[in-house]
């Protein structure tokens, strides 16, 4: 399928290749006293899968929704497709994909009219409209359940149908709202799959999600967001390089004895990067060699019940730099 949109001459993009399709400086967002993104700088290169991590509470939907031109910027300076929010948020609208974190789908409509009636209301022609709505049936792989109601569809065949949708008007930006919450595994698969298919199309992907191994399969960059504030951002891999060690090893021990077991393993650590974290169920050694960490903590007399060694994660990175605590 055909994902990208033919621009026109009045685009103010053409000609800037190197010009970001979202530019953020200092961007902040407050509700009364209640700061809940804190100036904020951060770019959106055409192309690109750009991912908003952390917290509930963190600012990932209050910046999105700023993005989305549906709330206003309180302060600093923000940039969709070169043009301003504030005085052309129904051209920047009329350019932009949104996939919501709830569907919003008519369930008594059939999968079809769902699409066609959307298109309508970007005004594209009715024989436009059919061939487009039969290309996104097939990217969907809803083809075959075309003439269906929505309601009794699975969550998975939902969440397609809604992608399908946000792309009826071949949008510059796609936006999507923690993309496969609530299905299972083989139905996540998919709708990555079908992303990283729009990704190769050259769509640009902005995403907010929950599943760490979601934004490390989907996200070229990402940021991790935490009271606001943009905590660290850079590439998956660049994020664990920097934040974690290359492998975790996973000791547990009879309950009661890991925060002994993880002060003995401190004489494991052979440099300020490496750590301990002693959980309720096990202790955690980050360390740049699991195995030979294994061998050490077998050296210094621990027994543990099980371990296991793990390349480190963004999971990881995001619990260090955001806490273990749930914030409500």
Same mark, same amino acid.
């Given at each position: $399928?055909?994902?990208?949109?033919?621009?026109?001459?009045?685009?103010?993009?053409?000609?800037?290749?190197?010009?970001?399709?979202?530019?953020?400086?200092?961007?902040? /967002?407050?509700?009364?006293?209640?700061?809940?993104? !804190?100036?904020?700088?951060?770019?959106?290169?055409?192309?690109?899968?750009?991912?908003?991590?952390?917290?509930? *509470?963190?600012? /990932?939907? +209050?910046?999105?929704?700023?993005? *989305?031109?549906? +709330?206003?910027?309180?302060?600093?300076? @923000?940039?969709?497709?070169?043009? !301003?929010?504030?005085?052309?948020?129904?051209?920047?609208?009329?350019?932009?994909?949104?996939?919501?974190?709830?569907?919003?789908?008519?369930?008594?409509?059939?999968?079809? &009219?769902?699409?066609?009636?959307?298109?309508?209301?970007? *005004?594209?022609?009715?024989?436009?409209?059919?061939?487009?709505?039969?290309?996104?049936?097939?990217?969907?792989?809803?083809?075959?359940?075309?003439?269906?109601?929505? &309601?009794?569809? +699975?969550?998975? $065949?939902?969440?397609?149908?809604?992608?399908?949708?946000?792309?009826?008007? !071949?949008?510059?930006?796609?936006?999507? !709202?923690?993309?496969?919450?609530?299905?299972?595994?083989?139905?996540?698969?998919?709708?990555?799959?079908?992303?990283?298919?729009?990704?190769?199309?050259?769509?640009?992907?902005?995403?907010?999600?929950?599943? $760490?191994?979601?934004?490390?399969?989907?996200?070229?960059?990402?940021?991790?967001?935490?009271?606001?504030?943009?905590?660290?951002?850079? +590439?998956?891999?660049?994020?664990?390089?920097?934040?974690?060690?290359?492998?975790?090893?996973?000791?547990?021990?009879?309950?009661?004895?890991?925060?002994?077991?993880?002060?003995? @393993?401190? *004489?494991?650590?052979?440099?300020?990067?490496?750590?301990?974290?002693?959980?309720?169920?096990?202790?955690?050694?980050?360390?740049?060699?699991?195995?030979?960490?294994?061998?050490?903590?077998?050296?210094?007399?621990?027994?543990?019940?099980?371990?296991?060694?793990?390349?480190?994660?963004?999971?990881?990175?995001?619990?260090?730099?955001?806490?273990?605590?749930?914030?409500?």
């Amino acid at each position: $399928m055909e994902a990208t949109a033919a621009k026109g001459a009045a685009d103010p993009t053409i000609g800037v290749p190197s010009r970001p399709l979202i530019l953020a400086r200092g961007l902040t /967002k407050r509700f009364e006293n209640f700061t809940a993104v !804190d100036a904020v700088d951060f770019e959106v290169e055409r192309g690109e899968a750009f991912g908003f991590l952390g917290p509930n *509470g963190a600012g /990932k939907s +209050s910046t999105m929704r700023m993005i *989305g031109c549906v +709330s206003p910027i309180t302060d600093g300076t @923000l940039r969709i497709l070169g043009r !301003d929010p504030v005085t052309e948020g129904p051209q920047i609208r009329a350019r932009l994909g949104v996939v919501p974190q709830q569907d919003t789908l008519d369930l008594e409509m059939s999968v079809q &009219e769902n699409l066609y009636i959307y298109g309508r209301y970007f *005004g594209l022609p009715r024989a436009a409209l059919r061939a487009k709505v039969d290309a996104l049936l097939d990217f969907a792989q809803l083809t075959d359940r075309a003439k269906s109601r929505v &309601e009794p569809l +699975s969550g998975g $065949m939902k969440r397609r149908l809604t992608i399908a949708r946000s792309l009826i008007n !071949d949008p510059d930006i796609l936006l999507l !709202d923690e993309p496969t919450t609530g299905l299972d595994p083989q139905a996540r698969h998919v709708l990555w799959d079908r992303l990283y298919r729009l990704k190769q199309d050259g769509v640009t992907l902005v995403l907010t999600t929950h599943y $760490m191994d979601e934004a490390e399969q989907l996200c070229d960059r990402l940021v991790v967001m935490d009271h606001g504030r943009f905590v660290a951002q850079g +590439s998956p891999r660049s994020l664990i390089a920097e934040h974690s060690t290359r492998e975790v090893a996973e000791l547990r021990f009879p309950p009661g004895e890991n925060a002994d077991a993880a002060r003995t @393993l401190a *004489g494991v650590l052979t440099d300020e990067r490496e750590r301990v974290e002693a959980l309720p169920d096990r202790v955690l050694l980050y360390v740049g060699d699991g195995e030979a960490a294994l061998g050490k903590a077998h050296e210094l007399g621990l027994s543990p019940v099980s371990s296991l060694v793990r390349r480190s994660t963004l999971e990881d990175v995001f619990l260090r730099l955001t806490g273990r605590s749930l914030i409500d």
